[in-house]
Every structure is written in structure tokens, then in C-alpha cells.
């Protein structure tokens, strides 16, 4: 009967033990979520200030893409100490999620904001600002980040 009980006894702590999950026990309780980040590499063209052809063309696009939650953020940055370069500004786009990222409908949002009869006017005017030299993909694999309340 002893032994009964004790087989018993070790079935119900078994048991018992699979149902409840002992949150001190994982190993892992706040994993990193990637972040990921597009950076195209700019060379203004001479004579044409590409800050202010961003400003007026580019940012309405992005603000739009950030109030859908397509990016979670977008920049347009300089350099002020770096090395020698082919571009002179780069733009930044952070999102979390690449499948709403690649799924952006950029035919939509330049008629929205650019007007369907200005969409090419604004392209141009966007080429003749700046080349682009390059793009690159980044995501992150660890960091630090100040949590809001």
C-alpha cells in the first residue's frame, strides 16, 4: 500500500507540475525583438539642397507609412566625423515587421500625396537633388533601450 501511495503521489506531482509553469524557471524572460533598419547612402548633386527635397516630398510618404505602422521610424542624417565617402547623407527606415515593410504600395501613396499627374515631376525632382550610391539592409541581434511607462 506504501508503495501504492507513493507511485501515486509522484503521478499527481507529475502531473501537477506540467500544468503549472514556474515563471522563475525560464532561462530567457525578455527576449530581444529585432529591429530592423533600410539606410540608402546619398551624394547630393551640386547646387541642390536634397534636406529640403526630403522634407517637401519624402517625409509626408514616411509619416503616412508610420501612422499605417508599415516603419516605425524614418531620418534623414549627416555625417559631422566620418572618413571619406561616396555620399554625403544617408536616409534610415526602422520597422519591425518585413512583411508589411516589403508590402508597401508606393504607387498609392505618390498619387495620395504627389497628385497622379505629379508623381513623375516629383521623381525627377528627386533625381536631380541626389544619386543614390546604395542601400543596405541591417537588423539588430542585441541592444538597450529605454522602456516607456
Known sequence: MKRL???????????????????????????????????SFMKTRPGQDPVKME????KPIQTDRMESGEINSWTVMRPIFSGPHDY?????????DMTK?????????FEKHWGKEKVQSAMTQ???ARDMIGN???????GVTKQSK
Not at 12 to 28: D, E, I, K, N, Y
Not at 101 to 109: A, M
Request: charged share 20%.
Open 136 to 142: 543596405e539592409m541591417w537588423v539588430s541581434v542585441e
Open 101 to 109: 515593410f516589403i508590402k508597401t504600395d508606393y504607387d498609392r501613396l
Open 5 to 39: 501511495t507513493f507511485i501515486a503521489s509522484c503521478v499527481v506531482s507529475f502531473v501537477l507540475g506540467t500544468l503549472l509553469p514556474f515563471r522563475s524557471t525560464h532561462a530567457q524572460t525578455n527576449t530581444h525583438t529585432p529591429t530592423y533598419y533600410q539606410i
Open 88 to 96: 554625403d547623407y544617408v536616409t534610415v527606415e526602422s520597422f519591425s
Open 126 to 128: 528627386t533625381e536631380a
Open 55 to 58: 522634407r517637401d516630398l519624402w
